[in-house]
């Protein structure tokens, strides 16, 4: 197993958490964060291999710090998941450029093939 | 103060305050003034009459004085005397001869303008129920509406026995009928047994009101129902129960457009309150989604640590830990939501309950004639207000309505339904009783359980939810049944300090 970095920004914990245990359970490294600004003042000089963002945050929303993303590292996958998973808020994410849209609660294969999927590309 | 005079007569006409009773309507004897008060003679006749009778003394003094004047005078005197004394008399006569000649006159217009008046006039006998009041008061019996309200058939007894002498032309025509001889004879003939007004009539009477107004619905002569307002001055003497001269007006338009405004007022609520609800289930799918999320995801992490080819217990129990600690917090939002649904009525104020009561009834009015229920409406004097939230208190009492209209609908006789306020330990309790089919004993408690129903369509949340929010008012909500005689719901509304 190779150790590629995941960064999960979300402003409930309990997800967070959950997140954190699947995700090192098949060998990836994770990086925690609860809201966008923290991650991006963390996120040089090394950026991580893959973002998995919520939108629904408190100060800079998901899509915004997608955008944010986008502009300093143009190649950085996005996973986005949303307890609201409306049609236009879908389309903005994928338009911004996102690799996955997710809606909560979803299983653990969902978002694992989300990840691999994106992490080959990158390669 | 005797009860009746405390009590409001209930009108069914909004926004009259209850005809209060006259000026020392009930003297201390508890009789109203009507019934020891002398006949009342026309004004008008009384004054022509005076006038005639000073005709005719005026003459004869003049007679007498001119006879007097000749006494001492040669017996030449006493014919001119007695001349005047006779043209007197014969003055006074015609004098008296024209007065009769305008009475009839008087009574002609008085009833062309009973006959040609633009609006219902209907002139009825209520002797038998002057009778009646004096009796029960003698009897000591003062409270005509607990009275009624105990004696259902008594009521319509006496219903029976008011007769309706005549109508105009313009009610022959209101009505749709071919002549007055087809209301002629007992009231009860166009009064259904729905009605609720005529026991009001009664209490407005017995209280010695100067007038009355109420809302009725009567049945015209083709079988049709119409909604009438009716107003009558109430006799002040015994013999003034014989002529009571009572105005209707047609409402049934009115009323079907209130009907619709109150409709579309529901319809409002309910919408708003739909909308109340999308609100909140978003904002619930939202609060139960993310904890679940986090057991979802936990519950795989932990699969996944256990199935490693070698199995990291530590990482898996951690995982379950997690897991435990959301599974607390979707169901702390599930308790926390409820309690904000139920347990905190949102627009408490003091409520006068029997104000709340007459409401629901005339909410359910409709359904209550089309069902062919007698609803009978009684609350103590001086009930204490509580502290409530009305709307849903008036939506408890419409259920329960609603319900023992239901329980009656295969009962072949008169279908009493009968709602009674009266104060009991430190509460305000409400019984709403009907004689329907009953309960059976081993469907009691189950009937307060949601999705319970015995009609077809019904969810069953009724009772359930009327239980909920009485107890959330602090009260209790019961009933008492016999199978084959009816059943009583009762709750109390607690009474604050």
Redesign the interface.
């Known amino acids: 197993m190779d150790a590629r970095v995941i960064a999960v920004v979300d402003d409930d914990q309990g997800i967070r958490m959950a997140l954190r245990s699947l995700l090192r359970s098949v060998g990836y490294t994770v990086q925690l964060f609860a809201d966008g600004p923290s991650f991006l003042a963390d996120a040089d000089p090394t950026p991580p291999d893959c973002l998995v963002t919520d939108i629904q945050m408190p100060g800079m929303s998901g899509l915004d710090l997608q955008r944010a993303v986008r502009a300093r590292y143009p190649h950085l996958p996005v996973i986005i998941v949303t307890a609201f998973p409306e049609e236009a808020i879908r389309k903005q994410a994928m338009a911004d450029g996102a690799r996955c849209f997710l809606s909560k609660p979803f299983d653990s294969e969902a978002i694992l093939r989300c990840l691999t999927e994106a992490l080959d590309e990158t390669g | 103060m005797r009860a009746e005079t405390a009590k409001p007569v209930f009108s069914l006409w909004p926004g009259q305050p209850g005809a209060a009773p006259a000026e020392g309507g009930t003297p201390s004897t508890g009789m109203p003034a009507w019934a020891s008060a002398a006949r009342r003679a026309p004004g008008r006749l009384t004054a022509l009459g005076l006038v005639a009778l000073g005709f005719v003394l005026a003459a004869a003094v003049g007679g007498y004085l001119l006879g007097l004047a000749g006494d001492d005078a040669p017996g030449a005197w006493h014919l001119p005397a007695i001349v005047v004394g006779v043209l007197a008399v014969c003055l006074a006569l015609a004098g008296s001869g024209l007065l009769a000649l305008r009475l009839v006159r008087a009574e002609r217009r008085a009833l062309a303008i009973f006959e040609r008046a633009g609006v219902s006039l209907w002139e009825e006998d209520w002797s038998p129920v002057a009778q009646a009041i004096i009796a029960l008061k003698r009897a000591g019996i003062h409270d005509m509406q607990t009275h009624f309200t105990a004696h259902p058939d008594a009521l319509r007894a006496l219903r029976r026995q008011v007769t309706i002498r005549n109508v105009n032309a313009f009610t022959v025509q209101m009505m749709g009928a071919r002549s007055p001889a087809d209301f002629i004879g007992p009231l009860d003939r166009i009064l259904p047994d729905t009605d609720q007004t005529f026991v009001q009539w009664l209490v407005a009477l017995a209280a010695g009101a100067p007038v009355f107004r109420s809302e009725a619905h009567i049945t015209r002569p083709d079988g049709s129902v119409i909604d009438t307002l009716f107003a009558a001055e109430l006799p002040s003497d015994l013999d003034g129960f014989r002529h009571i001269i009572v105005t209707a007006i047609d409402i049934t338009g009115y009323k079907a457009s209130h009907a619709r405004l109150v409709a579309a007022e529901t319809e409002l609520a309910r919408a708003s309150r739909v909308i109340t609800v999308g609100t909140l289930t978003a904002s619930l ?2 609060e139960v ?10 519950a ?3 699969m ?2 256990l199935r ?1 080819p070698v199995p ?1 217990i530590a ?1 898996a129990e ?2 379950i830990a ?2 435990m ?2 599974a607390t ?1 979707a169901r702390d939002v599930v308790a926390r939501t409820r309690s904000f649904l139920s347990n905190t009525p949102r627009h408490r104020r003091l409520v006068d309950l029997a104000e709340t009561a007459r409401d629901a009834i005339m909410v359910v009015g409709r359904e209550m004639r089309e069902l062919g229920i007698s609803v009978h409406f009684d609350a103590d004097a001086g009930l204490p207000r509580v502290s409530a939230d009305a709307v849903q208190i008036q939506q408890v009492l419409v259920n329960l309505l609603l319900n023992g209209a239901q329980a009656m609908s295969e009962v072949p006789g008169p279908r009493d339904l009968t709602i009674r306020l009266h104060a009991a330990a430190e509460a305000v309790q409400v019984d709403v009783q009907d004689c329907g089919c009953g309960i059976a004993a081993g469907l009691m408690e189950r009937i307060f359980m949601p999705f319970q129903t015995t009609r077809p369509g019904g969810m069953g949340m009724g009772l359930a939810i009327c239980r909920n929010c009485i107890e959330s008012h602090g009260g209790r909500l019961w009933a008492d049944s016999t199978p084959g005689q009816g059943t009583t719901f009762h709750f109390t509304l607690p009474v604050q300090g």
């Open positions: 799918a939202h989604n993310s904890p679940l999320s986090a057991i979802v995801l936990n795989e992490a932990c996944r640590w490693r990291e990482e951690a995982a997690q897991l600690q959301e917090r």
